[in-house]
């Protein structure tokens, strides 16, 4: 009778979880338990719960979070393990970054989200919609979020981005679980969006969050390997100097990654770690004054130019790349940039193909990196 009983759990597990039109197996499905790219986090799969393990990125010997998935149709198991226990699918979901939202929205899940911070970020049009509505609420900064608002739209889980050296303030004291979603912190394109293939499991939507990172996955290697056969590899760097730095990411960064994949030589691979270095700006005129490229992200009404470059900060005319034009912008207040190109890497590579070797993809046009405006 035990045995019984155990088999029909089973069974109404999988069930629960699989969407209407969904097929019950696959034979180009990913193993579920087997990560390829990402570093931050680990999926062990067992008879009436999955355990997901995320890693400190700050500190590689201990874990940031251990998460127990147990279905919400199902009674709580004697046997879970230690860690904090999600209930999925999750329903009424406070999310604090658009990265989050548009991934949510992509597994087809938005009706979840009842609440985010920061809404003036938030480019999905889900999210728009629901905060016109009145559907999802305001709950204001994401450092210091409206807390009594999310007791009284019921939020039963949190999805956050961690720091180093930071809590969640109130939002802790809420009893409910919070996702610490860290996986800004991957050094590699492909292990950033497979993170993607955790919030599927939070949302019980595993088969359609492994197919969008499959798909990905085989347009990145196709581009990647469209890449390596340029004829040459011209130099790059990135952004601009804030304040009195300039933040120079390092040789393992993910834009470094980025510049390689696009086949390119990355002005300041010499800089180890995946974080960024601040560096004055004589070092950094110093080392990229003959790159080939210049690229800069930014967020403002009108288009950046040259003289807007010159006015700012009159040294930046030094560079070669701004002598001969070979600047290129993407203005994140009007290209999706942020939120899609982390659970699709594929989508930015092109563009920074189209940028290097503009011959090997004829016809593109640009999602985000255009040149420069003129003065």
Partial sequence: MKRLILLISLVYLVVSCRQPGQPSSSTEALLPDTILYAQG???????HYKLVEV??????????????LVDRHLPLPEDLPRGLIVRTPLQNVVVYSSVHASIIEELGEIDRIVGVCEPQYMESPGIRRGLRTGRIADLGMSTAPNVEKMIDISAECIIASP?????????EKLGIPIIEAADYMEALPLGRAEWGRFYGLLFCQQAKADSIFRVTEKRYMELKTLAETAADRPSVFSEKRYGSFWYIPGNDSYVAHFFRDAGAMYRFGNIPGQGSTPLAFEKVLDQAIHADFWLIKYNQAEEMSYEDLRIEYTPYENF???KRRNIYTCNTGKTPYYEEFPIHPDYLLKDLIHVFHPDLLPGYTPRYYRRMAED
């Fill in 320 to 322: 070669d790349a701004f």
């Fill in 41 to 47: 986090f680990s999926i062990h799969t067992h008879d």
């Fill in 163 to 171: 720091f180093q050296n930071s809590n969640y303030g109130q939002a």
């Fill in 55 to 68: 890693r400190d990125p700050w500190d590689s010997t201990r874990l940031l979070q251990r998460y127990v």
